[in-house]
């Protein structure tokens, strides 16, 4: 299989990634490869070592970082993405279900409206977070938490009485 990782075709390299015979030596392949999308699906690898984790890390390719960002169970890891300073690659952070209430916390309050909107459509958070977001200043946050599948009954009857008559009216359909 290791072979299969140079074939030309693109198809045949990265089926080799969902195959259940992936071992450790075709991962560390994989994620030291050229082709960003066999790094990008060692990324997402369930069982990734932490030593490919970490190297992955710091991947000069933020759509490498955002995929293991959002597959990850470390929590060195998560950790270490909540810093990154690219706004993808906490986005995909923020979709992470492995994420800790206080990692969530950190994104709740995170300065790009992406991070939140994609935090508040994805997880659920703690009562004091979601109170700040129902007061948050970007209309697509609220809008988000409106329409959103997690969030509570109570978040989205405040939302129906948003200032932003969008908002407003997305809490009410929903």
Do not use: F
């Amino acid at each position: 299989m290791l072979r299969l990782l140079d074939d030309t075709d693109r198809w045949i390299r990265w089926a080799v990634a969902t195959n259940p015979s992936c071992d450790a030596r075709i991962r560390h392949k994989m994620a030291t490869a050229k082709d960003k999308e066999l790094r990008g699906l060692a990324a997402e690898m369930k069982d990734l070592e932490p030593d490919l984790a970490a190297l992955l890390l710091e991947d000069v390719s933020p759509e490498v970082r955002e995929r293991l960002a959002g597959h990850t169970q470390d929590p060195e890891v998560i950790t270490a993405l909540l810093k990154d300073r690219t706004v993808r690659v906490r986005k995909g952070v923020a979709v992470n279900k492995h994420t800790t209430p206080e990692q969530r916390s950190i994104l709740a309050q995170d300065y790009a409206p992406e991070v939140r909107a994609a935090l508040v459509r994805a997880v659920e958070l703690e009562e004091s977070d979601l109170q700040a977001l129902v007061k948050d200043r970007s209309v697509e946050v609220r809008r988000s938490l409106a329409t959103s599948d997690v969030t509570p009954p109570h978040i989205r009857e405040a939302l129906k009485n948003d200032p932003d008559e969008a908002v407003a009216s997305d809490a009410r359909r929903y």
